[in-house]
């Protein structure tokens, strides 16, 4: 149990030193009475706040008060904290359970009272065969049915779970980062640890208070009666009173409602369950079915909101999202998303009703885990409105994000290195796309799946790494030097590894999926090694092996002082000093960390940021001294380390500032014969391979005996890599960073620069354009000739060409294009089959289709009724399928489907619910075609300045934007992102201007969770809300000094929100940067960023000392104005440079702002 103490201790120590100071870290731990209570958790230290829950006859009602933590994802509410208690930051649960319900309610309560970041400590016992035979007698030993624990098995199962297995229903849970420590022998029945974060897409289900008064009204279609009966039985297991009722029309809603208002005594709720309509009726049908839908739900909506006291509503579809298997396959199936749309309109028509949504996979009526988590978050609601739950009861929540952090997702056969542009500004990390040769003699290729995240990364990143400070490194100029991942190619005269191979070494970018290296800088991976421990252990272990053990060679008896002993190198020298028996003087930076080394054991503690170490480890010592100083500091420090040094000391110097900056040390205290050593790990691998190999063979090969352990880290995703460069920038961490790449690159880390469109028409191909002969739809024609179509079918209602149309068609006849012209009602299937029939007879094999008919109708959702519902989704829904199925048919081969809907689909417009639905249809049926294997595209479009619909009604096109903020595009930019919306292969990209801060005063919907991403807290510009790009100089010369002056403070405001992830209006202008935390590397990052903005030379240590937003917007207001002589391109700097500034940034390169409209994409 040693071990599984120790690394819970370096865990929560970890996770304390992350924590702003002062709060204490929340930890409760639970177990059966006598089992670890008060034990673990209670040993951890003072800055704990320690809470125990036994299972005893209190404990299911401690668990309640558990559950009622808030989440706190969005921040707390103000005055909330006196209310209920806050979320815990660390649970300890053992795994020692009386029966199968009392281990589903635990973790119930965990994740429901757990922060969105805190970590499960989950201590569980290999299992003993004998204690089944002691147990099994009893009836809750064993579980056989799978409503009462997930993912049980057809046989029984007994309540002792291997590791394994609890791993399984832990992830199938939500939980992420799982890692484990075995304590002992697992055939001896031992101890094993299980550590694990929630994932934030993951949403806990809120746990039902027991005997709550719930009264529950059901109104199921004919088709989703199965699913109201067995959704009923899981309520009322749970206490809750529930009334089915079939409703297929809208009129008998009212009547419904007020017999279960009178039945039940009062309503809490109300569900609607419209049911999939069958697969055998005809097209028209199953959308006029599916306005009924839409009918009944606004009158659900209407007359429950008419209450006196609403009663909450909820809307349930089955497989809109297709975010698990099994999803649509026919119009009906895929015509839940219609509703699912619809719903959005409903939401701000009626902001006072409490309205939420929640998808279920296809039969869900079958999956008792879905039920089951459904009838949780039924009975008790949180914050979110859209809930969408996988086969095993998982729920996922939606959101909108910028375009910028879901950029295009990464083929699997696609390799991505991280880069930058120009280096400074950490926002300019970007993964970017690289061609994968193969290895070479002696070389491997590997794909990475986790990599070490180092200091000499962060300094590359932000430009403070000199040429000379790379030369004649095994690296090179790249990020990333360390990686764990699998061999996927050996080159030639490779026989030491093979392709499968788990192995962790170092390489040139390894901040990338796929990468060469030679084989003596790698050794495969103890067994049971997780990746992301095995990414922490060669930079750290390799350089201390070498410094401590090579270098040094440090003897038992012997006593070494460790710099910076919670950084990586710092936790690796500790262990290896240890191994080597000797004795451990340490130096930490602040408090927390010197707290944590304390917990590891370390007695002798000093602080790394006073000299006063030296003075103390002489008193400590009985002015003896240390044998081995492993040092990090630099300057002064250097010489306070000689000091102490015994006779026969060894120095042994990791930094590389003296080095670069030519610091001098007399040569007074080697009289002592004490030897100093500059370690630099890169330049030994690539200048003495054979050592290296030799070496790290070594080093590995006491992980694989159990003497070495790997280092607590911090694991990050690929898309997140800037924050973990931010994290380490901060310098708040302890251990290791660690980035991941188990979620693959979805995102890239910063805006990529706008490439031109690869795709192309084929020129012998007819392109058929619905809804082709005006606005937006003709202008596609235009844009399909543009780029190299050469034959054309341009389809409307009508048929007939006004004049605008008509010199555009003659414009593209003159031009060589083949144009022909015709009328067809694309809802009705016989004239979809004539127009095919005489594109296959008349003209080229049709080769592409853009779908660009529609039929505008608004009203109140309210007001409407089936048939005119169904009326207006006929053009784009009818259209779509007809020529989805009749090209399938003819077995004709499109290279090209483009189906035109809107951005309402994700903001919901109120009095549009029918457009809103019948582009939700779409979108649907684009993944459908997707999922089948057929091209399909769904661009959700927002306003397009100059063609279309909103160009003939300025009106109703300001209106919209005053709503949305931004700006209307203009056609031919709209296109553009077309074209690279089909490069990229996204099923269903949103192209529009978004304000997110407008959206909220003016969309109720816009207030819900789901918009959460789109502004930062507080609703100013901070991490993620970028401030437009102005004319700076110009402005200076028209802006009165005070406006100018605002206008400054409101970027500075920004980029220091950026840099310390604080929202912009916690930024106190009048306060030095240095009190906002802002350090000498940040000050760096600033200087290049706003020196970008502006265009103003900055002078070395200008954001350093007493430096203040207000001192440098009047700073660089005066240069914009031509004060100072620093204007844009000038030469010159500003004067009052801070006295002793050592850091100066480099001369960045002026990057123009782009007047591109933002894209959002869910």
Not at 421 to 443: H, K, R
């Amino acid at each position: 149990m040693a071990r599984a103490l120790e690394t819970l201790h370096a865990r929560t120590g970890a996770g304390h030193a992350d924590t702003p100071a002062p709060r204490r870290i929340r930890v409760v731990e639970i177990g059966a009475a006598g089992v670890g209570a008060a034990g673990i958790g209670a040993s951890l230290g003072d800055w704990a706040d320690y809470r125990a829950i036994t299972w005893d006859e209190a404990g299911p009602a401690q668990l309640a008060t558990l559950a009622g933590a808030p989440r706190q994802e969005g921040g707390a509410t103000p005055g909330s904290a006196a209310d209920t208690p806050p979320a815990h930051d660390l649970a300890i649960v053992h795994g020692v359970f009386a029966s199968w319900r009392e281990a589903l309610d635990t973790l119930q309560a965990v994740e429901a009272g757990l922060a969105p970041d805190g970590t499960l400590l989950f201590i569980g016992h290999h299992p003993a065969r004998w204690l089944d035979f002691v147990c099994g007698t009893r009836p809750d030993w064993w579980v056989e049915d799978a409503t009462e624990a997930e993912n049980a098995a057809d046989a029984p199962r007994s309540l002792q779970q291997s590791a394994s297995a609890w791993q399984a229903s832990l992830a199938a849970r939500g939980w992420h980062a799982l890692e484990q420590v075995d304590a002992e022998d697992d055939s001896l029945g031992g101890c094993f640890l299980l550590l694990a974060q929630r994932d934030p897409r993951v949403q806990a289900p809120a746990v039902l208070v027991p005997g709550a008064a719930t009264r529950c009204l059901m109104l199921a279609a004919d088709t989703a009666r199965a699913l109201a009966g067995s959704l009923a039985s899981h309520l009322t297991a749970l206490g809750l009173s529930v009334r089915v009722q079939d409703c297929e029309t809208a009129d008998t809603v009212p009547a419904a409602i007020e017999a279960a208002r009178q039945a039940l005594g009062g309503l809490e709720s109300v569900v609607y369950l419209p049911g999939v309509p069958g697969a055998h009726l005809p097209a028209a049908d199953v959308v006029a079915c599916r306005a009924r839908h839409c009918q009944i739900a606004a009158q659900v909506a209407r007359h429950a909101g008419a209450l006196a006291t609403p009663p909450a509503c909820w809307l349930l579809t089955q497989g809109v999202y297709g975010a698990f298997p099994g999803g649509p396959r026919t119009l009906g199936e895929t015509g839940n998303a219609a509703l699912w749309a619809f719903g959005r309109t409903l939401m701000n028509e009626m902001p006072g009703l409490p309205l939420r949504m929640a998808d279920l996979p296809l039969a869900g009526e079958d999956a008792p885990a879905v039920l089951a988590a459904l009838a949780q978050s039924l009975g008790a609601p949180d914050a979110e409105t859209e809930l969408v739950f996988g086969p095993g009861g998982e729920r996922q929540a939606p959101r909108l994000r910028p375009a910028r952090q879901v950029d295009r997702p990464a083929s699997t056969d696609t390799a991505w290195r991280l880069g930058f542009a120009q280096p400074g500004q950490l926002g300019n990390l970007a993964w970017e796309p690289v061609n994968a040769p193969s290895p070479g003699e002696g070389e491997i290729e590997v794909a990475v799946h986790a990599t070490g995240l180092n200091f000499r990364d962060l300094m590359y990143a932000l430009g403070m790494l000199s040429d000379e400070a790379l030369e004649n490194g095994f690296t090179g100029p790249a990020l990333g030097l360390e990686f764990a991942g699998v061999v996927t190619r050996v080159g030639p005269q490779v026989t030491d590894f093979r392709q499968g191979d788990a192995v962790a070494g170092f390489g040139p970018h390894s901040f990338g999926t796929r990468m060469r290296t030679t084989t003596e800088a790698c050794a495969v991976i103890p067994s049971g090694l997780a990746f992301e421990a095995a990414a922490t252990i060669p930079s750290t272990f390799f350089t201390v092996y070498y410094a401590l053990h090579h270098l040094a060679r440090l003897e038992p008896g012997e006593s070494v002082l460790i710099h910076g002993a919670t950084g990586g190198v710092g936790l690796a020298a500790i262990q290896i000093a240890r191994w080597r028996g000797a004795r451990i003087h340490a130096t930490a930076g602040s408090p927390e960390k010197r707290d944590f080394l304390r917990l590891m054991g370390i007695t002798d503690i000093h602080d790394s940021r006073s000299l006063a170490f030296a003075d103390d480890i002489l008193a400590a010592t009985a002015g003896e001294g240390v044998d081995v100083v492993l040092n990090s500091l630099a300057g002064e420090a250097v010489n306070r380390n000689l000091r102490v040094l015994k006779p026969f000391g060894r120095h042994i110097e990791l930094g590389k500032r003296d080095f670069y900056d030519n610091t001098r040390i007399g040569l007074r205290p080697f009289r002592n014969n004490i030897s100093y050593f500059g370690v630099d790990a890169d330049q030994l691998m690539h200048l003495r391979p054979a050592l290296t190999r030799r070496l790290y063979g070594e080093l590995m090969a006491l992980f694989d005996a159990g003497v070495l352990h790997p280092l607590p880290y911090r694991a990050f995703a690929a898309d997140d890599v800037v924050e973990a460069f931010r994290h380490m920038q901060q310098a708040s961490h302890i251990g290791k960073i660690v980035v991941h790449y188990r979620d693959g690159i979805h995102a890239a880390a910063a805006p990529a620069a706008p490439q031109a469109s690869a795709w192309q028409p084929d020129p012998s191909a007819t392109y058929l354009v619905t809804g082709g002969l005006r606005g937006f739809g003709l202008r596609t024609a235009q844009w399909l000739a543009e780029r190299g179509a050469r034959h054309l079918a341009l389809a409307s209602r009508s048929g007939t060409l006004d004049d605008e149309a008509h010199e555009i068609v003659a414009t593209l006849r003159d031009q060589g294009v083949s144009v022909w012209t015709t009328a067809c009602d694309i809802s009705a299937a016989d004239q979809v089959a004539a127009l095919l029939d005489h594109i296959g007879a008349r003209l080229p094999a049709l080769g592409g289709i853009v779908h660009a008919a529609t039929l505008y109708d608004d009203g109140l959702a309210s007001s409407l009724d089936a048939s005119r519902i169904a009326a207006a989704m006929a053009p784009k829904v009818l259209g779509a399928w007809h020529l989805h199925e009749q090209t399938q048919a003819r077995g004709i081969a499109l290279s090209l489907f483009v189906m035109y809907s809107s951005a309402t689909t994700l903001l919901g417009n109120a009095g549009q619910g029918s457009y809103v639905a019948a582009n939700g249809w779409m979108e649907a049926l684009a993944r459908h075609r997707r999922d089948i294997g057929l091209p399909a595209v769904c661009l959700r479009w927002g306003a397009i300045a100059d063609a279309g619909f909103l160009a003939r009604h300025p009106a109703t096109r300001e209106a919209l934007l005053q709503r949305m903020g931004g700006a209307a595009l203009p056609a031919a930019d709209a296109l553009a992102a077309m074209a690279q919306a089909l490069d990229d292969g996204t099923p269903d990209p949103a192209i529009l201007g978004l304000d997110g801060k407008r959206l909220v005063g003016t969309l109720p919907l816009a207030a819900t969770p789901r918009f959460a991403l789109l502004s930062p807290p507080g609703g100013d510009a901070g991490e993620g809300a970028a401030v437009p790009r102005e004319d700076l100089p110009g402005l200076a010369r028209t802006l009165p000094e005070a406006a100018l002056q605002e206008k400054l403070l409101e970027l500075l405001r920004h980029e220091v929100g950026q840099i310390l992830h604080l929202p912009a209006t916690r930024i106190d202008a009048a306060r030095p940067l240095n009190d906002l935390g802002l350090d000498s590397l940040m000050g760096v990052e600033l200087t290049v960023a706003l020196e970008a903005r502006t265009g103003v030379r900055l002078p070395p240590g200008a954001v350093a000392g007493q430096a203040s937003p207000e001192k440098l917007a009047r700073r660089i207001g005066a240069a914009l104005r031509g004060e100072g002589g620093n204007g844009p391109g000038s030469d010159d700097t500003l004067q009052d440079a801070a006295p002793g500034a050592a850091l100066s940034a480099a001369d960045p390169a002026q990057i123009p702002g782009t007047a591109q409209a933002p894209r959002v994409m869910p």
